[in-house]
């Protein structure tokens, strides 16, 4: 075992004695796959701020803020205050609310793409319910992604993520690689007739933030529409990268977006929103699809929302950013001074580190994964928070002095992980 493991489990015996408890429980002690990591994950107590806290009294300086449904850190008083007044009133009611209502209007108003909106619980399901409405307008029943794209928990989705073969094969599932209009093009023309919609993030989050230009987007969009499927931007991620989501950035126009994470402010949320036609067939009064659930655009959520998403302003995107930027340099110094391999992909308040010399081209599997878990366990035992794959997540409410002591923590973080490897 190396001395960077060793000293994390010396420094959670809480957390290890969690883990036989909840396996008993839980397949794995876990319910979530993204978060599990060996040799074991944290048990969270508590957090604010920038900072958490685990159950054996460890606090870390957190920069995975929930995989990014925290663009505001945690416990933001805005949204605690305003969670707080709904929740005086009531809990889940069986019609409409008003923060629904501001929500959806806020929604948009910002997205251009977005006439209609409908909300869900997590940005699996607004994927899903994307799906059902394509399917719908159609008619087909097939759905062409990119390799390695991820557009949350379900098969069709997990096909394309893990490669659509052996036990993850999906027969409506079709994958092309990301970036290649080329590829896109020939599968439309190919399956055509039988795709109901293409599906793409519009920066691919789970597997590396790797990027594509607008061209590539408008010519998947073009012979999307030339087939007669239906495209959809996935931006449960990417939201946050202006004040009306990526597809501002790229210029694009998609025919349904999807939704999720800072929508709701930090509590579990989706939605779906795109061209009124497509939207409205979830219109009970003319619309085909019984689409419900009982705690869609719940009161909570949706007042947390409005306020997560209306301090998403223009120059919180913009300090983030130059933020991310800095921590990016700093980053890259640090590892140079002690001789590790480095390199980063940063969208905006976004980053994902590599500790290899050139950058990888989206995989699941990394050649540097022995380098990657053990700056990951090491981040830890220097009070850093971040996600295992070397996502890097930004929030608003982190200062200059937050980033500073960042920066100065990886500096160490570096230092353990040369010296591990050096040994
Ligand atoms: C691009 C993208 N789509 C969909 C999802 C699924 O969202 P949720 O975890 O809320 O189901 C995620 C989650 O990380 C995501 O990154």
């Given at each position: 075992m190396?001395?960077?493991e060793?000293?994390y489990i010396a420094r959670t015996p809480k957390s290890a004695a969690m883990g036989p408890r909840a396996q008993k429980v839980m397949p794995a002690g876990d319910t979530r796959a993204a978060g599990f990591h060996t040799p074991y994950p944290l048990t969270i107590a508590s957090a604010?701020?920038?900072?958490l806290t685990d159950i054996d009294g460890n606090?870390y300086?957190d920069?995975s803020n929930n995989f990014t449904s925290l663009?505001?850190?945690h416990a ?16 889940a ?27 869900c619980n997590s940005g699996s399901e607004a994927n899903m ?21 991820y557009h949350g928990s379900h098969e069709a989705f997990e096909a394309?993520y893990f490669?659509?073969?052996g036990d993850k094969?999906w ?34 989050g789970a ?29 449960v991620i ?22 999720g994470k800072?929508?709701g402010?930090g509590y579990p949320v989706g ?22 659930g009982t705690f869609?655009?719940n009161?909570v959520t ?62 699941l599997?990394?050649?540097?994964a022995?380098?990657m878990r053990?700056?990951h366990l090491?981040g830890m035992n220097?009070?850093?928070y971040f996600a295992s794959r070397g996502l890097?997540v ?30």
């Open positions: 190396s001395v960077i060793a000293a604010t701020g920038v900072t606090e300086l920069l663009l505001h850190g933001y008083q805005p949204i605690v205050d305003a969670v707080s007044r709904v929740i005086g009133t009531g809990t009611w069986p019609a409409r609310n008003n923060t629904q209502v501001e929500l959806a209007e806020l929604i948009c108003e910002r997205v251009p793409s977005i006439d209609l909106v409908r909300f319910l994307a799906l059902h409405v394509a399917r719908t307008h159609t008619g087909r029943h097939k759905v062409l992604m990119a390799r390695f794209g394309g490669g659509n073969t094969a027969p409506h599932t079709i994958i092309a690689p990301w970036g290649d209009a080329d590829a896109f093009e020939t599968e439309l023309e190919k399956h055509g007739d039988e795709i109901a919609a293409v599906f793409l993030e519009a920066a691919m597997s590396g933030l790797v990027q594509a230009s607008p061209e590539f987007f408008q010519r998947v969009i073009d012979a999307t529409h030339r087939a007669g499927a239906v495209f959809v931007l996935d931006e990417t939201l946050r990268l202006s004040t009306g989501g990526h597809q501002v950035n790229l210029g694009i126009n998609p025919d349904l977006t999807t939704l800072i929508i402010g939605a779906v929103g795109g061209r009124a036609d497509l939207m409205s067939l979830l219109d009970p009064t003319r619309g085909r699809i019984f689409h419900s869609n655009g009161p949706t007042a947390a929302g409005v306020v997560s998403f209306n301090h998403l302003t223009s120059d919180a995107v913009t300090r983030m950013g130059a933020q991310a930027e800095r921590l990016e340099r700093s980053l890259a110094e640090s590892a140079a001074g002690v001789g590790l391999p480095f390199s980063c992909r940063r969208v905006g308040s976004l980053l994902n580190v590599y500790f290899s010399d050139v950058l990888p081209a989206a995989s599997a990394r050649e540097d022995e380098t053990l700056v090491a220097r009070g850093l890097l930004l929030s608003t409410v982190m200062s200059d002095e937050n980033l500073a002591e960042m920066c100065s923590r990886f500096d160490a973080v570096f230092a353990d992980v040369a010296a591990e490897i050096s040994s």
